[in-house]
């Protein structure tokens, strides 16, 4: 398979201006030159192939929307190169355009007015669609999900699942050969977001399109993702498969365990007992994140027995969302 994004060393640096507080600071500020430059983007590498879907993943502020926007033309690096299917993209962003499709947060590409096969026909003719290969994709799209009940109501009467799911699917309308989603799923409810990740999921595999998903919801990492970037505070930490990453944490256990009374109080008097793991509660368990490397699952176990009264106990392997905040934590070195 070709590379559709090759980046090599790209950094991407801002001047700030150091502002003063107060009145006076902020009107000193209209004639300050007194500026600090910001690396939002650190040397980062890589290479992305036509058909994968990979997971660019980072806490807020890492550089993960100053990547994207070098990606889709919108900023040029300060140094190192940035190729998208063979060309910059910032020297022809309207050529780029043409060949890539994108959903940024709640930002629609949609007529707020129109019905949704209005917008369709609308993009048809600006991305210069021929009637055949338009047709194929609404008869695609209707295979994959029942557009008809918005295919014909105004985009304000949607709900924000169907408003998301119809960004969606116009981002994919022109056949584009990368797709950059951000937080496709974000604010939806469980079915929703399912029947978004399954149609994801066919389009990537029927069209052999490249998806970038930049997302803080690990279940769409875990159903669509083969690869994933992790990047923090602009420098790239980790870039392989989701089990590959597993093996780094290999030796972490979640021992879930359930007991009578307020699970915050209990949450907090067996943080005090096991300071050396990190402790959560939800609404049902307490989940106490175990390094067997430092002790067993059984000797902690024990040992929040003779302090707590279990009811009920679980062991799971660790989740991709505690390795994720591990990552950020730790990083992979």
């Not at 043409?98 to 007529?111: D, K, Y």
């Not at 993702?225 to 992790?230: E, H, K, L, M, P």
């Not at 106490?288 to 009264?309: I, N, P, R």
Request: charged residues 25%; glycine residues 6%; contains cysteine.
């Amino acid at each position: 398979m070709s590379d559709v994004i090759q980046i090599r060393n790209i950094t991407k640096e801002f001047k700030v201006l150091n502002r003063r507080e107060g009145l006076k600071g902020s009107i000193k500020d209209l004639f300050s030159r007194d500026y600090k430059t910001v690396r939002a983007v650190d040397n980062i590498s890589m290479n992305i192939q036509q058909g994968e879907i990979v997971g660019y993943l980072g806490p807020n502020g890492a550089g993960k929307s100053t990547t994207i926007k070098m990606m889709t033309g919108v900023l040029e690096p300060t140094s190192g190169e940035i190729l998208v299917n063979g060309a910059p993209p910032y020297k022809n962003r309207s050529k780029n355009a043409q060949e890539i499709g994108v959903v940024f947060g709640q930002r629609s590409q949609l007529w707020w007015a129109l019905p949704l096969i209005e917008s369709f026909r609308i993009l048809k003719d600006i991305y210069c669609i021929p009637d055949k290969n338009y047709d194929e994709m609404l008869n695609l799209y209707q295979s994959l999900v029942d557009m008809e009940p918005i295919l014909h109501k105004p985009v304000r009467q949607m709900s924000l699942g169907q408003r998301t799911l119809s960004d969606i699917l116009a981002a994919f309308l022109h056949d584009p050969k990368i797709v950059f989603l951000d937080e496709p799923t974000i604010g939806l409810d469980v079915a929703m977001k399912a029947k978004i990740r399954t149609l994801i999921h066919e389009l990537n595999r029927q069209k052999n399109t490249t998806v970038i998903l930049t997302t803080h919801d690990m279940g769409d990492v875990d159903a669509l993702c083969r690869r994933i970037v992790i990047i923090d505070k602009g420098k790239m930490l980790y870039d392989n498969d989701i089990e590959h990453l597993k093996g780094f944490f290999g030796s972490y256990r979640t021992l879930k365990i359930r007991v009578n009374g307020d699970l915050k109080t209990h949450s907090e008097k067996i943080a005090k007992i096991v300071p050396q793991f990190s402790v959560s509660a939800d609404e049902e368990w307490i989940s106490v994140l175990v390094d067997e490397e430092k002790s067993k699952v059984m000797e902690v176990l024990q040992l929040l027995q003779q302090s707590e009264e279990i009811t009920d106990m679980q062991l799971e392997e660790i989740s991709t969302e505690e390795v994720i905040k591990k990552i950020y934590e730790e990083g992979v070195g």
